[in-house]
């Protein structure tokens, strides 16, 4: 079939991976909105690949689709983003992201210690929450929630 024709569902999920049913999905919550031909087919515009990729990959980092369809709105309707669009959307992202991943880099680098989480149940906690102080924090993993709170010095 001629690039022009625009892609079936099943070339799409053949080139993405993904099932046709999640292509489906997806489009159901206007992350990928493709055309119909005259015959009344379903078309994917190729550019649809590069957007369900960014969308498996931001799913696996834990973005909501709710976050990834506000983000893709500013993704151009009706033709291929261009490189600058895909710019404009990825600074917006990129906050977010340079977020998640201090965070994961706390968890990593924190796992197997003290979390401010109010356990008490290794030595280390001792130094590092003396007397459940991170509690006044609020609750859960203090230490990785917000990283500054009750750091030894």
Not at 14 to 23: F, K, M, P
Request: hydrophobic share 35%; glycine share 8%.
């Amino acid at each position: 079939m001629p690039i022009s024709q625009g892609l079936s569902i099943g070339a799409v999920a053949d080139r993405t991976g993904l099932a046709v049913s999640a292509i489906r999905f997806y489009e159901t919550h206007g992350l990928v909105e493709p055309y119909k031909n005259a015959s009344g087919h379903r078309r994917y515009d190729r550019s649809d690949i590069r957007k369900l990729s960014f969308v498996m990959i931001a799913q696996e980092l834990g973005v909501s689709l709710r976050d990834l369809g506000v983000l893709m709105q500013v993704l151009p309707k009706g033709r291929a983003p261009s490189r600058a669009d895909w710019t404009r959307m990825a600074t917006k992202f990129r906050s977010d992201l340079d977020a998640r991943i201090a965070k994961a880099e706390r968890l990593r680098d924190t796992l197997d210690g003290c979390i401010g989480c109010g356990c008490l149940s290794l030595r280390r906690c001792a130094l590092y929450n003396p007397d459940d102080r991170a509690r006044s924090s609020g609750p859960g993993p203090r230490h990785l929630i917000e990283p500054t709170v009750l750091k030894p010095a």
